[in-house]
């Protein structure tokens, strides 16, 4: 399946990347997978994905590493929010 | 929730302006309570001479209409206005304004303070901070997550 995934902030930074649209392979169905699933593309990717901190949305809704994501979904992983 | 409760905006405003129209034809407000935030000069120690607010179009407008619904729930609202801003912003420049208009000024207080601890918790802005040193990106702070925690108790 097909998902739309976004970086935010100094996640976009570290990564080069505001966003891309990845295709899964099987066995990537939830956020922590897809985590996993990118950081397995190397150090420059697996670093800045590993901060204990970093927060994820699944069509723009908070989520967590359980949550499940499917077909045209937008997943989006950030740092933790500093507005206001 | 009135049309136009929520703008996330590149533009400033005039806070006392934004009061007036919530109130603008209404004998039931008694009170109206507002919050404006602005850029400091310095932060951790750090001289601050302007930032950069990035945030995540679609999903910021959703997180705060759920906080403004939330709080109506909570307290007897006649109208709540949240006005946010995004893009490079210099130091005195306002960042965020919440009016929320009620018949009485404990909920109006209330609900404005709500409003803020939740928008500083669950919107997704963020600051990049211009420094003698170069940008930095402002870290979480725990104070916002213990300021959200404790309306759980109060519920």
């Given at each position: 399946?097909?998902?739309?995934?976004?970086y935010?902030?100094?996640?976009?930074?570290?990564?080069?990347?505001?966003?891309?649209?990845?295709?899964l392979?099987?066995?990537?169905?939830?956020?922590?997978?897809?985590?996993?699933?990118?950081?397995?593309?190397?150090?420059?990717?697996?670093?800045?994905?590993?901060?204990?901190?970093?927060?994820?949305?699944?069509?723009?809704?908070?989520?967590?590493?359980?949550?499940a994501?499917?077909?045209?979904?937008?997943?989006?992983?950030?740092?933790p929010?500093?507005?206001? | 929730?009135?049309?136009?409760?929520?703008?996330?905006?590149r533009?400033?405003?005039?806070?006392?302006?934004?009061?007036?129209?919530?109130?603008?034809?209404?004998?039931?407000?008694?009170?109206?309570?507002?919050?404006?935030?602005?850029?400091?000069?310095?932060?951790?120690?750090c001289?601050?001479?302007?930032?950069?607010?990035?945030?995540?179009?679609?999903?910021?407008?959703?997180?705060?209409?759920e906080?403004?619904?939330?709080?109506?729930?909570?307290?007897?609202?006649?109208?709540?206005?949240?006005?946010?801003?995004?893009?490079?912003?210099?130091?005195?420049?306002?960042?965020?304004?919440?009016?929320?208009?009620?018949?009485?000024r404990?909920?109006a207080?209330?609900?404005?303070?709500f409003?803020?601890?939740?928008?500083?918790?669950?919107?997704?802005?963020?600051?990049?901070?211009?420094?003698?040193?170069?940008?930095?990106?402002?870290?979480?702070?725990?104070?916002?997550?213990?300021?959200?925690?404790?309306?759980?108790?109060?519920?």
């Open positions: 399946m097909q998902v739309k995934i976004l935010f902030a100094g996640l976009r930074e570290a990564l080069g990347c505001a966003g891309e649209t990845v295709e392979p099987v066995g990537v169905g939830n956020v922590g997978e897809l985590r996993a699933f990118l950081s397995a593309r190397g150090d420059s990717w697996q670093t800045p994905l590993s901060r204990g901190n970093l927060r994820f949305a699944v069509n723009q809704r908070m989520a967590g590493p359980e949550s994501i499917g077909p045209g979904d937008e997943v989006a992983f950030f740092p929010v500093t507005g206001g | 929730m009135t049309p136009g409760a929520i703008s996330v905006q533009e400033d405003f005039d806070p006392g302006r934004e009061a007036d129209a919530l109130i603008a034809g209404r004998r039931d407000v008694g009170a109206v309570a507002t919050f404006v935030g602005l850029v400091r000069d310095a932060n951790e120690g001289g601050v001479d302007a930032m950069t607010l990035e945030h995540y179009p679609g999903m910021t407008e959703a997180a705060l209409e906080i403004v619904a939330d709080a109506q729930q909570r307290w007897p609202l006649q109208g709540v206005r949240v006005i946010h801003r995004y893009g490079r912003l210099e130091t005195g420049a306002r960042i965020v304004f919440v009016a929320v208009a009620s018949a009485h404990g909920a207080f209330a609900a404005c303070e409003i803020m601890d939740f928008l500083k918790t669950r919107a997704p802005f963020w600051k990049k901070e211009e420094t003698p040193d170069g940008g930095r990106w402002v870290d979480a702070r725990e104070a916002d997550d213990d300021a959200a925690a404790r309306w759980q108790k109060k519920a």
